[in-house]
C-alpha cells in the first residue's frame, strides 16, 4: 500500500511536472504586460543621425552614450570616432554625454550632460566646449547649467539661455562670456525660449538665432508677468520621492493660460554683437498674436518673422531688418478656419528662396517662393495629402518629400523636379519616412507596415536603390508575429454616408462562429492619424497591447473619425468650432457597425483614449444612443475652457465667441452617460490639468452617476515612473476583463 502510494504520487507529481512545462511553454507564447511595459516588443532604431557637411557621412551617438561616431551615408559603415569619453581630455572627467551639437565647421562639439527636463521639450544641462582635433574639452560657462545653446554661421561664438537670459561666448577671445539680457525672470520675462504654451502647441523650444553673417542675433522676448498662474499640488511620492514634501505638500506653479485668457506679449529683439547694441523690430503684430517661429535668411538683412492672429487663420511671414527694425510683409496666408501648424513647421530656407506646406487647395502641398514673397510655383499638386517636406536640392532643382499620394493610412517617399516631374523613392507599402544627407544624394529611409517591424535602409537619393540595410528587426518579427493577433483594415460608411477607416485585431485562434467582445481605442483629436498601415498601429508598437487583450479573448479595434489627418483639410476641419460632436458620432457610428458583424456581441463594445481620446470616449459614453458597455478615459480633458489658448482657440476660438461649441463637453452631458467607466489621472498633469478629472467627477457624482477612478501620485500627463505604467495597464486590462466578461482580476 505505501508502495502504491509513493507511485501514485510519483506519478502525480510527474503529471505536475508534465503539466507546468506545458503551461510555462504555453506562457512563452503568449504576450505579458510585464513584457510589454517592460520594452521587451519594441522595436530597434537607428537614433540621432545627423548628417555632415560634406554630403557623404552623419554622425551618431553610440548605444552607450560614450562615443560620437561618424558614418556612411552610404554604407552605414564607421568612418571615424570623432569622440570617445575614454581618450577626451578634461578638468572633470565625464562617463558619458547625453546629447550633442557640432559647430558649422564641424571643428567643436558642444557635449551635452547633466540634463534635466522641464516641459515636454525644453530641459537644462552642463555643456562642455570639445575641440575635435586636440581632443579636449572645457565648460561652456562656469554659471550655471544651460538652455539650448546655438553656435553662430562661423562657428566662433555659443549663444545659450540660462535663466530666462540670453548669454554668449566669443570661443575666439578665451570664451570670454557677456549676458545679453538682464530682465530675463520665471514667471515674467523670457528671452530666447518659449514659455509653455508656445513650446506645447508650437512644437518649439528654442526662439533666437543668429543672422548669416553672425553679426546679429535675433530672439523672441516673451512678457508673461500678466498670465493667469496655474498650481500644482505636489507629494512625496515614489520614482523619484520628493523628501521635501514629507511633512507638507508642496506646489509648483507656472504661467498657463486657458482658453480666453491673457496669453504672454510677444516682441522680437535683435542684438548687435560687435556694438551691443539691442532693438526691438517693427512686427505689425496683433496686440494678442503669436510668433511660432523665427528664421534667418542667407541674406543677413533679412530675418523670416512668422506671425499668426490669435484665431490662428492668419499666418504672415515678415522680412524684417535686424538694423533699420523695419519689417515688409512677404507672404500672407489666410483661411477661413485655421491655418495647420504644417505651414509654420514645415517652413525651410534655401539661399534666396523658401518653401513650406500650404492645405489652400483643400490638401497640404509644398510651394515655392522667392525671398522677396513672391510664388513661384505650387510644386505639389493632387487630391492627397503632403506628410513631409524634406527638402531641396539646388543642383537637380529636386523637392524631397513624403505623402499619402497612393493611400490616406500609406507614407511614401518621393521627389519632383521644377518641371512636375515625380519620381517614387520607396518601393514598400506602408509606412515611409526619411533623413536625407545635405547633399541630398541619400537618405536614411524607415520603413514598416502593420505586419512588418521597422526596417532602415540606406537609399540612392536619385533612383531609391538600397545601398545598405542597417536594421531589419528581423529577430523581432521572428519572436512577436507569432503571438500578435490577426490584424486587418476595414471600411465602412456611417448612417450619414461618411466613408471611415479603421482596423481590427483579432484573437489568434479566431472562431467566427463565437459572439466576441470588442474593444475601440482611439485618439481623435484634429489632424492626428491612428488608423495607419505602420508597426506603429495600436498604444504600443506592433499592436502588442491590442494582441495581449486578444489574447484574453477580445477583438479591438479603432477607427480614425472626422477630424482626423491625411484626407483633406475639409474632412480635417469639419470640427471646427463643435470638437467632441462629430468626433463621438462616429465612435457610435463604429460600435454599431462592428455590433453588425456575425462574430462581435454588440451588447459587450468598450470604448477607450488617452488626452483628446479620454475626451472622445467621454464624449461618444453620453453621445445618447447605449452602445458602449465600459469605457476608459486617461487624462481626458473635461472641458475645452479648462485647455490652454493655443490648441483650444485654433478649432474653437474663444469661450466667449463660441459659447454653444464650448458647451459640447463631457460635463454638460454628465446626466447621458451609458456604460462602466474608469477614469484615470496623473496629479501633476502639466498639460490636462487634474482639474478635469475633478470637475467631470463631481459632475458624474451630482447626476448620480457610478463609476470608477484611478489617481497617479506626482505623474504627469504621461503617466509613468516606476511601477505606475504597468500598474495602469493591468488596471485598463482588469477593468475591460470584468466589466465585458463578468470575470473579476485584481492582480
Known amino acids: 500500500m505505501k508502495r502504491f502510494l509513493l507511485l501514485v504520487a510519483s506519478l502525480f507529481m510527474s503529471g505536475l511536472a508534465t503539466t507546468g512545462t506545458q503551461m510555462m511553454a504555453q506562457q512563452s507564447q503568449n504576450i505579458t504586460l510585464e513584457d510589454i511595459a517592460g520594452g521587451k516588443y519594441n522595436p530597434q532604431y537607428v537614433y540621432g543621425v545627423n548628417p555632415m557637411k560634406d554630403g557623404e557621412s552623419y554622425t551618431q551617438l553610440s548605444s552607450d552614450n560614450k562615443q560620437i561616431i561618424r558614418r556612411s551615408f552610404k554604407t552605414g559603415k564607421e568612418l571615424e570616432v570623432l569622440f570617445d569619453v575614454a581618450q577626451a581630455r578634461g578638468d572633470k572627467k565625464l562617463e558619458a554625454i547625453d546629447g550633442y551639437i557640432m559647430s558649422p565647421d564641424e571643428r567643436r562639439i558642444l557635449l551635452r550632460t547633466q540634463t534635466k527636463p522641464i516641459y515636454r521639450r525644453s530641459y537644462t544641462a552642463v555643456y562642455y566646449i570639445y575641440d575635435v582635433q586636440n581632443k579636449k574639452y572645457e565648460p561652456l560657462s562656469d554659471g550655471g547649467p544651460q538652455q539650448m545653446p546655438i553656435f553662430s554661421p562661423d562657428g566662433n561664438v555659443i549663444a545659450f539661455v540660462r535663466d530666462n537670459n540670453l548669454f554668449l561666448v566669443k570661443l575666439l577671445f578665451g570664451n570670454a562670456e557677456s549676458q545679453v539680457t538682464k530682465d530675463g525672470k520665471f514667471n515674467e520675462v523670457i528671452n530666447g525660449l518659449p514659455d509653455w504654451v508656445n513650446e506645447e502647441e508650437f512644437t518649439t523650444a528654442r526662439s533666437f538665432d543668429f543672422s548669416s553673417d553672425s553679426q546679429m542675433l535675433a530672439w523672441v522676448r516673451y512678457d508673461e508677468s500678466k498670465v493667469p498662474i496655474y498650481s500644482i499640488q505636489e507629494f512625496k511620492g515614489s520614482y523619484p520621492t520628493r523628501q521635501e514634501y514629507d511633512e507638507y505638500p508642496g506646489a509648483y506653479n507656472y504661467k498657463y493660460p486657458v482658453a480666453g485668457a491673457k496669453n504672454s506679449d510677444v516682441s522680437v529683439m535683435t542684438f548687435d554683437i560687435k556694438n551691443r547694441v539691442t532693438r526691438t523690430l517693427k512686427v505689425p503684430l496683433d496686440s494678442d498674436g503669436y510668433i511660432p517661429r523665427i528664421h534667418f535668411t542667407s541674406d543677413p538683412t533679412k530675418l523670416a518673422v512668422v506671425t499668426l492672429n490669435r484665431h490662428q487663420n492668419r499666418m504672415d511671414i515678415y522680412m524684417a531688418n535686424p538694423r533699420s527694425t523695419e519689417c515688409k510683409l512677404a507672404v500672407r496666408e489666410e483661411t477661413e478656419k485655421y491655418v495647420p501648424e504644417t505651414a509654420y513647421g514645415s517652413l525651410k530656407f534655401y539661399g534666396d528662396h523658401f518653401a513650406y506646406i500650404s492645405d489652400r487647395s483643400g490638401y497640404k502641398h509644398i510651394y515655392w517662393y522667392s525671398l522677396n514673397g513672391k510664388m513661384e510655383r505650387q510644386v505639389t499638386k493632387g487630391n492627397y495629402d503632403v506628410a513631409d517636406f524634406y527638402g531641396y536640392d539646388p543642383q537637380s532643382g529636386r523637392f524631397f518629400y513624403g505623402s499619402h499620394k ?200 468598450a470604448i477607450w483614449g488617452w488626452s483628446f481620446g479620454g475626451f472622445n470616449t467621454l464624449m461618444s459614453m453620453s453621445e445618447g444612443r447605449p452602445v458602449f458597455r465600459a469605457g476608459v478615459a486617461v487624462a481626458a480633458p473635461s472641458n475645452w475652457k479648462y485647455y490652454d489658448t493655443v490648441y483650444t482657440e485654433r478649432y474653437m476660438r474663444t469661450p466667449k465667441e463660441n459659447a454653444d461649441g464650448y458647451a459640447i463637453n463631457p460635463i454638460e452631458r454628465a446626466a447621458n452617460l451609458h456604460g462602466d467607466l474608469l477614469l484615470i489621472h496623473g496629479t501633476a498633469d502639466d498639460n490636462v490639468h487634474f482639474r478635469n478629472f475633478t470637475e467631470v467627477s463631481e459632475a458624474y457624482v451630482q447626476a448620480g452617476k457610478m463609476f470608477r477612478q484611478q489617481v497617479y501620485t506626482n505623474r504627469n500627463h504621461s503617466i509613468y515612473g516606476g511601477n505606475t505604467r504597468l500598474h495602469l495597464f493591468k488596471t485598463i486590462s482588469n477593468f475591460f476583463t470584468e466589466k465585458l466578461k463578468g470575470v473579476s482580476n485584481t492582480h
Not at 493577433?485 to 450619414?496: N, R, V, Y
Not at 489574447?551 to 474632412?571: H, K, L, M
Request: net charge negative.
Open 406 to 605: 497612393e493611400s490616406p493610412l500609406r507614407t511614401a517617399i518621393y521627389s519632383i523636379d521644377k518641371g512636375g516631374k515625380e519620381r517614387k523613392l520607396s518601393t514598400e507599402v506602408g509606412s515611409n519616412s526619411a533623413t536625407f544627407s545635405t547633399s541630398m544624394k541619400y537618405f536614411l529611409n524607415i520603413y514598416s507596415s502593420a505586419n512588418q517591424p521597422p526596417v532602415t535602409t540606406l537609399r540612392d537619393a536619385s533612383t531609391g536603390k538600397v545601398l545598405s540595410t542597417m536594421l531589419d528587426n528581423e529577430k523581432l518579427k521572428k519572436e512577436v508575429t507569432p503571438l500578435l493577433g490577426q490584424k486587418e483594415f476595414f471600411t465602412f460608411k456611417t448612417s450619414e454616408g461618411v466613408e471611415l477607416n479603421g482596423w481590427m485585431i483579432k484573437p489568434r485562434d479566431f472562431d467566427a462562429s463565437k459572439h466576441y467582445p470588442v474593444i475601440m481605442y482611439q485618439y481623435s483629436g484634429p489632424g492626428s492619424q491612428e488608423v495607419t498601415d505602420s508597426w506603429g498601429m495600436g498604444f504600443y508598437p506592433g499592436g502588442v497591447f491590442e494582441s495581449y487583450m486578444a489574447q484574453q479573448g477580445f477583438i479591438f479595434a479603432c477607427v480614425d473619425g472626422r477630424g482626423t489627418g491625411s484626407r483633406g483639410a475639409d474632412f480635417e476641419k469639419c470640427t471646427y468650432l463643435k470638437l467632441g460632436e462629430l468626433e463621438s458620432k462616429d465612435q457610435v457610428e463604429a460600435a454599431l457597425y462592428l455590433g453588425s458583424l456575425p462574430y462581435v456581441d454588440k451588447d459587450r463594445i
